[in-house]
């Protein structure tokens, strides 16, 4: 892949993995390094992920890089400033549908499209929309934590309470990264409630 600014054709960067693998780590890392190559950037995250801070998208490891905060997908194109060449966007899993098309158009507009986000929910079902977002990007870099039971290479995020939500705003006091074989999905007292 070719990184010149001047190239005027534009892509899609997925980067996925469960909770703890680095993804915000990695948005951040290509986000440095296009600031050193003195490219127009932007970033995102939604509303609803403020866990660590209303301005900045942070990492488990407490590395930071200013966000935009938008409600919606829609938002994103409308503050998308012409001259940006790069765009980054956090917690990817947390949008509408509609993202899937903003990320192809910003990126026929000629720029850089680095989504993260989570690939599975706390069942191990795909979250849409990232799977549709990993079929159309260009380049996709799926990461693991390491098994907070184990220390195998984990791919799920293992929820510790009984809540049937999809969305659980949470960290580590609710979240452990598990490979497959200590992934429980099920949990006792979930119920009903987890029939997607
Ligand atoms: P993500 O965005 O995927 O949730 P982050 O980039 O926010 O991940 O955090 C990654 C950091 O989380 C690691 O560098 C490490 O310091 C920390 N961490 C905590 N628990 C784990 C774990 N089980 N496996 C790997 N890293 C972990
Ligand atoms: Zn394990």
Known sequence: MI?????????????????????????????????????????????IDDRYSTTHIVSHSDLKYKAEIVKNSEE???????R???IGIDEAQFFD???VEICN?????????????????????PFEPMP????IAEIVTKLNAICSQCGAPAF????????????VIGDASIYEARCRRCFEPYMEGDGEKNDK
């Open 105 to 125: 158009k910003l990126a026929y507009l000629g720029k850089r499209v680095i989504v993260s986000g989570l690939d599975m929910d706390y069942r191990g079902i």
């Open 84 to 86: 940006t060449e790069v």
């Open 97 to 99: 549908m509609g993202i």
């Open 132 to 135: 549709q977002l990993m079929a």
């Open 76 to 82: 994103i194109f409308k503050k998308v400033k012409p």
């Open 3 to 47: 990184y010149f600014s001047k190239n005027p054709v534009g892509w899609i960067e997925v980067i996925c993995g469960p909770m703890f693998s680095g993804k915000s780590e990695e948005l951040i890392r290509r986000l440095k390094r296009a600031e050193i190559a003195k490219l127009r950037i932007q970033v995102f995250k939604p509303e």
């Open 156 to 167: 799920y995020t293992q929820r510790k309470i009984p809540e049937g939500e999809r969305i």
